[in-house]
């Protein structure tokens, strides 16, 4: 029979004599020999997707605690699913193998690290690793130079590798929210085909200071580093694809005037930041007033200092700045003014890791009530 089977010797009493194969269409049963399956979903029954090989391996929700070393190629997987087990480790040879995987998704697990091995995977273009125990991530990763989303999120990350956005050219999606971070390397803004990039709910205490490269992001979400996080850096202004900006619930006082130069930019969330610049009234009108405002500040104020000369000439020259004037009006569109309405702000799923998102309801914690508080 043409069938590739991913055999555990799993030696669980709890799991049935029985499992159903679907292979091109067709089930078969299969008596699982005293403990080796093939694969499990979370009502322990194996599903293999296969045409003319073998491409999605799930052994998601089955409380797996270890892996064994399956005697099979490897190389013919192109996603695996191991979410939602018990996993403490994965085993360097079977990563090592697994050189056609595009999806790795172990997610949900008690992984303390990840094995120096994956950088073997050097088609990978989806890591999921987010709730788990991690808490750094392998220097090896840099040589998954086809990885397109990285998710980490609900782990205990420290750090990120210094050097991987010198590496990862292809990311399109960082995920690094609800971990221990107090700063992203610098390096993070040589991602030049970044889009997303959302790391709230850590300790960060700055942005990196030089982001102009980061000319396709399109949302940031740094919010809820509560007390941490005091300023934004003035080359916020030259992310030129920026659309959303959420700087909620930090400790900022003032808006660098740079933001008045994002002609994209139609969602901004501020609400819980001891803000007096630009002043209430201002956004009480929404984001395009806060955006001539910013404009019209940067367009007179003394420009004293060569370091600000400096910015404004490179927001000339990509073509940001404009100095409009007119923040007073309130004539603007409605959906524009409703873009920045603080009712519109969503609080966050979960304060603990996905496998326990709602448990502790923080929308008690981070309700707002549609209206601007000092």
């Not at 003014?337 to 496998?355: C, H, K, N, V, W």
Request: proline share 5%; glycine share 6%.
């Amino acid at each position: 029979m043409n069938m590739l089977l991913f055999e555990q010797q799993l030696q669980q009493p709890h799991l049935p004599e029985e499992v159903e194969v679907t292979m091109g269409g067709r089930r078969t049963v299969i008596g699982t020999r005293g403990g080796a399956v093939v694969a499990a979903e979370r009502n322990r029954r194996v599903v293999v997707e296969e045409e003319e090989r073998l491409e999605i391996v799930d052994l998601s929700g089955i409380s797996l605690s270890s892996l064994p070393n399956p005697n099979l190629n490897l190389a013919t997987i192109c996603k695996l699913d191991l979410s939602n087990n018990n996993l403490q480790s994965i085993p360097e040879s079977l990563t090592a193998r697994l050189l056609n995987v595009v999806v790795l998704d172990v997610h949900s697990n008690q992984l303390k690290s990840l094995p120096h091995s994956i950088g073997c995977l050097t088609k990978l273009k989806t890591l999921n690793v987010s709730g788990n125990l991690i808490t750094i991530l392998p220097k090896t990763l840099e040589d998954c130079r086809c990885l397109e989303e990285l998710n980490v999120n609900f782990n205990k990350l420290i750090k990120l590798p210094d050097t991987i956005g010198f590496e990862l050219s292809n990311l399109r999606k960082l995920s690094v929210n609800s971990n221990k971070l107090v700063y992203l390397p610098h390096s993070i803004s040589h991602l030049k085909n970044l889009r997303v990039l959302d790391a709230r709910l850590n300790s960060l205490t700055a942005l990196p200071d030089d982001l102009e490269n980061l000319i396709k992001l399109e949302v940031l979400n740094v919010s809820q580093n509560f007390h941490h996080l005091q300023t934004l850096p003035y080359s916020i202004g030259l992310l030129l694809s920026l659309a959303e900006l959420d700087i909620s619930y930090n400790k900022i006082t003032s808006l660098p005037d740079s933001i008045g130069c994002l002609k994209r930019l139609h969602k901004l969330c501020v609400d819980g930041n001891p803000l007096s610049s630009p002043p209430p009234f201002v956004f009480e009108q929404g984001v395009h007033a806060v955006r001539e405002y910013l404009s019209e500040k940067m367009n007179t104020r003394n420009l004293s200092s060569h370091k600000k000369k400096s910015w404004v000439g490179k927001l000339v020259r990509y073509g940001t700045f404009n100095g409009g004037y007119g923040y007073f009006r309130t004539n603007e569109p409605r959906e524009d003014r409703e873009a920045f309405m603080y009712s519109q702000y969503r609080s966050i799923d979960g304060l603990t890791s996905p496998r326990y998102i709602g448990t502790f309801a923080p929308r008690r914690f981070f309700w707002t009530r549609g209206y601007w508080t000092r």
